[in-house]
């Protein structure tokens, strides 16, 4: 086979940075190969990514050496970040997809065709109408890899394409990664941190440590289940409930073909000392749920309580004494000078005392694995590690209700413990927690109970353990 | 059935006139706005334009607080007009009636011109605008860095709005922000997110060819019939509007 794109030798220290992030990775890709790299959450395989999509050096600045070279001059490289919400900018799924293309001198039926099959092999084309702003992050990462698709790449590199992704959608995107190997000899280089799940697509498995790449054999390093951390005592009193939720989104979603109740009567109680997951598939409306129990949102009918009181007219600032919320983007939050002052804002906006900041503040990222970036600024964290920082971040004021939304995303399995001992902890000083995630892995280690969200109403669900 | 390529959230005939059409009748409408004198013909004006955004679905929560502030601002603006054209010479009642009368006219000229200028933006999106502009023989960077900018303000709100729940959820209090310090939490990560947004549509662009010169924006439309009848009766309407004393 062709050899595609070959990077030798190379080394790179990002500006700022005191060592190098990658230190003589040296790489073959084949044409139609796929090339599966693994890693922990901050190794380097973003900037490996960066460098072999040819945007390091061009495009991030830092001290680079080595040499990457194309077997072709133009060989057309496609590229799906991390954070793919940043990638993408059109108003609606149709015009991002059409961006690309059109920009090539596609036009009319060709054109349609392009976007048409890209949208089908992402897996969304149901969402040709919706607007970018309303869709979920999940739904956001399908986009940017069908607009990435729409270019026909001859390399694609796919950085965490599935880390918001529900199983069968992750399984359906590898499924047309394979597919797309086949037919069209495109050659992939996937990040991913579940190694059982690239093995089944990828011709190898190469492991990202200390800025080095090494082969990794069959069998070698597959990750073992998180341990079950469940609480074996009944559940407490009932901390924080719903009855009867309904919520439609007024302006945006109405923009799809067939609007229809986001949430539609959903009854959900959280008890003390017990963890529930919400489960359910990319933009079934896990997050609009919680933040209806902060007062981010407000039913359209129906009743929230916290503590008792119905919280339809409770500020959410008055509601977040008691009720802490991890977003999904750790981006949104953080801004102070060093980790220790993001994780004291929330407490002292509550008025506690330093010596009980402190020690919240030392206890959580203890818990986290993070007690090294104490006197880190928090903007130059790694994604995992902002990840950690914002969780604790938001659990610093001791909430009696956490709600956790996609906690482990782009987290490796070491880091995804290190969550699931906070969820345990959390339950442990009688918090009730509320999980939304499409992580069975971590929902059966640390979830007494399983909810799955699906068409706007909520169901029950045995415990599938796979812990 | 719509082409793909072509699909917008919302489709009116308005979404599928070229923009320049619609460019040309909103500059219309703001120069008749300022020759205007007739109240009604102002007012009919201000209705029509209005009945047209909600057409085209911009009346939404943007449309709705516009509304709100022009109701609550006006008593305001009624006491300036009244009050900087004072004259002793005349009862009080006529002067406040005079107030009334001018700061009437000034308002609907200023709602029309947003209204007109809402109804572009609800009806255009930023890339048929900056194939739109390539018509006039603008430079394809200078339509795409236009394009970016318009895309980048809207973003931007949606990245503000989910930056302050956040820090609504860790106790931050939105009257407190008369202090300098409180803008912080909301500044900071909305300047990281944004630059980091940059960088990523950058290099995002990059990929699909366009830093390169690889690929170019596709041409503007052409002008087909509608078009030429909706800026026709755009310009007879305005004409009515300006010269009818």
Redesign the interface.
């Known amino acids: 086979m062709a050899q595609w794109i070959a990077a030798d030798d190379v080394w790179f220290t990002p500006i700022g940075a005191d060592e190098p992030v990658l230190r003589g990775v040296s790489l073959a890709i084949e044409r139609g190969e796929c090339v599966a790299i693994v890693g922990t959450s901050g190794c380097g395989k973003s900037t490996l990514c960066q460098v072999l999509a040819g945007l390091i050096p061009r495009r991030i600045p830092g001290e680079f050496r080595g040499k990457v070279s194309h077997a072709c001059g133009d060989l057309r490289v496609g590229m799906v970040f991390q954070d793919a919400d940043n990638q993408l900018f059109a108003g609606t799924v149709a015009e991002e997809l059409s961006f690309g293309p059109e920009g090539l001198g596609l036009e009319g039926e060709e054109l349609d065709a392009r976007i048409a099959w890209a949208m089908e092999a992402a897996g969304i084309g149901q969402l040709a109408r919706w607007q970018i702003a309303e869709l979920s992050m999940g739904q956001k990462q399908r986009v940017a890899l069908a607009s990435m698709l729409a270019m026909h790449p001859d390399l694609l590199i796919l950085d965490e394409p599935v880390s918001n992704v529900d199983e069968p959608s992750a399984e359906a995107i590898f499924a047309a990664v394979g597919e797309l190997r086949r037919k069209h000899q495109i050659s992939v280089v996937v990040v991913d941190h579940d190694i059982a799940r690239v093995r089944r697509v990828a011709d190898r498995v190469l492991r990202l440590e200390n800025g080095r790449l090494r082969h990794l054999d069959e069998g070698e390093d597959l990750e073992q289940p998180l341990p079950a951390m469940l609480n074996a005592a009944p559940p407490g009193d009932v901390l924080a409930a719903g009855e009867a939720i309904e919520f439609v989104y007024e302006n945006g979603r109405r923009a799809a073909p067939a609007p229809s109740h986001v949430l539609d009567g959903i009854d959900l109680s959280l008890r003390a000392g017990e963890a529930v997951a919400i489960l359910g598939p990319n933009g079934s409306g896990k997050t609009t749920l919680g933040k209806h129990f902060v007062g981010l949102l407000r039913p359209r009918a129906g009743r929230v309580t916290v503590l008792g009181e119905d919280i339809v007219r409770t500020p959410t600032e008055a509601v977040a004494e008691h009720v802490g919320y991890a977003f999904q983007s750790p981006d949104d939050q953080l801004f102070a000078r060093s980790v220790r002052d993001e994780l004291a804002y929330a407490p002292r906006n509550f008025g506690w005392p330093a010596e009980r900041i402190d020690a919240s503040v030392t206890r959580l990222l203890d818990l986290l694995g993070c007690a090294h970036l104490i006197d880190r600024e928090p903007l130059t964290l790694s994604f995992g590690e902002k990840r950690r920082v914002s969780v604790a971040a938001a659990l610093a004021a001791a909430p009696r209700i956490a709600i956790l939304d996609e906690p482990t995303a782009a987290l490796d399995h070491g880091h995804a413990l290190a969550v699931a001992r906070l969820v345990a902890d959390l339950k442990a000083r009688g918090a009730a927690v509320l999980v939304l995630t499409h992580d069975l892995r971590f929902a059966s280690a640390v979830c007494e109970r399983h909810c799955v969200l699906e068409g706007g109403r909520l169901h029950s669900v045995e415990r599938k353990c796979r812990c | 059935m719509p082409?793909?390529?072509?699909?917008?959230?919302?489709q009116t005939w308005l979404h599928a006139l070229e923009p320049r059409a619609k460019l040309a009748a909103a500059t219309a409408v703001v120069c008749a706005a300022f020759l205007a004198t007739h109240p009604a013909l102002l007012a009919g004006a201000v209705v029509l334009l209005a009945v047209g955004l909600w057409y085209v679905g911009g009346a939404?929560?943007l449309g709705r607080r516009l509304l709100g502030a022009a109701v609550l601002g006006y008593p305001v603006a009624w006491l300036v007009f009244a009050l900087s054209n004072w004259d002793n010479s005349q009862p009080a009642l006529q002067n406040a009636l005079d107030g009334l009368y001018t700061s009437g006219q000034f308002a609907l000229r200023l709602l029309a011109i947003i209204l007109a200028n809402l109804i572009i933006v609800a009806t255009t999106?930023?890339?048929q605008f900056a194939r739109s502009l390539r018509g006039w023989r603008a430079p394809s960077e200078l339509c795409l860095m236009l394009m970016?900018v318009l895309?980048?303000l809207?973003?931007a709100a949606?990245?503000a709005r989910?930056?302050l729940?956040?820090?609504?959820?860790?106790?931050?209090?939105?009257r407190r922000l008369w202090l300098p310090s409180a803008w912080?939490?909301l500044?900071?990560?909305l300047l990281?997110?944004m630059l980091?947004?940059a960088?990523?549509?950058?290099?995002?662009l990059?990929?699909?060819?366009?830093a390169r010169g690889?690929?170019?924006?596709?041409p503007a439309d052409r002008w087909r019939l509608r078009e030429y009848a909706f800026l026709g009766a755009s310009l007879a309407a305005c004409a009515v509007m300006a010269f009818v004393r």
Do not use: H, K, N, W
């Open positions: 082409m793909l390529s072509g699909l917008s959230a919302r939404g929560r999106d930023p890339r970016t895309r980048f809207p973003l949606g990245q989910r930056i729940d956040a820090q609504r959820c860790r106790g931050f209090r939105l912080l939490p500044g900071i990560p990281v997110a980091y947004r960088e990523a549509l950058a290099m995002s990059e990929l699909r060819g366009f690889v690929a170019s924006l596709a």
